[in-house]
């Protein structure tokens, strides 16, 4: 799972990592986000990488209230295109999710450890995402979305059993852009390369 990422890195250098064309939210920053807060994503729209917020953990557009929305933070990869709660995302609402790195906890006896995962590189990068609009009775819409986890890759897999999908810069174009077969998407929900990445304590 992921349920807390880092992301500090100034909006000018993400607006040049990602080629966006267009901001349409308020800066967002912090060193413990957490599901509940409204993050920073990217969307395709009319040919242009837009950076937007959303409220992480999806509500379906269907869902009677958005208390859903709690529980759903993290959406695995292997059941996306079957699963009601994101199989419409998937076909047709797919994001990045903006971050420099994120947490996992270890357990051990009755205490956690948590460790921090980064790119070597110290890049920004791109989580997979999906993304929703759910209407209120008020007629009030709500933004969010969910970061897709899949298996550990070797560096995550002695702390946990699942990572979150980080998009290689030659995916980003494909998951957020038009409608590319489900197959070609769910090939691109693999772990990222252990020897790309590093691993901290946290103390």
Not at 45 to 62: A, C, H, Q, T, Y
Request: some cysteine; hydrophobic content about 35%; charged content about 25%.
């Amino acid at each position: 799972m992921c349920g807390r990422f880092l992301l500090l890195t100034d909006l000018s250098v993400i607006i040049d990592s990602f080629d966006i064309q267009g901001v349409a939210c308020e800066w967002r920053s912090g060193s413990n986000i957490a599901p509940g807060q409204n993050i920073l994503a990217i969307i395709r729209k009319e040919d242009r990488n837009i950076l937007v917020d959303f409220r992480w953990g999806l509500i379906p557009s269907w869902a009677k209230d958005p208390s859903m929305g709690s529980r759903m933070f993290n959406a695995r990869a292997e059941t996306l295109a079957e699963k009601p709660s994101f199989k419409q995302a998937f076909r047709k609402s797919r994001c990045l999710i903006v971050a420099d790195g994120f947490y996992e906890w270890q357990k051990s006896g009755r205490t956690k450890q948590p460790f921090y995962f980064s790119l070597r590189s110290d890049e920004p990068f791109g989580f997979a995402g999906l993304y929703e609009t759910w209407m209120g009775p008020d007629r009030q819409q709500v933004h969010s979305c969910t970061i897709i986890t899949t298996e550990p890759n070797d560096l995550i897999r002695p702390i946990h059993d699942r990572m979150p999908v980080i998009l290689p810069k030659d995916r980003e174009a494909d998951w957020i852009g038009g409608n590319p077969d489900p197959e070609r998407l769910k090939s691109m929900l693999t772990p990222y390369p252990s020897e790309e990445m590093k691993m901290a304590e946290v103390r």
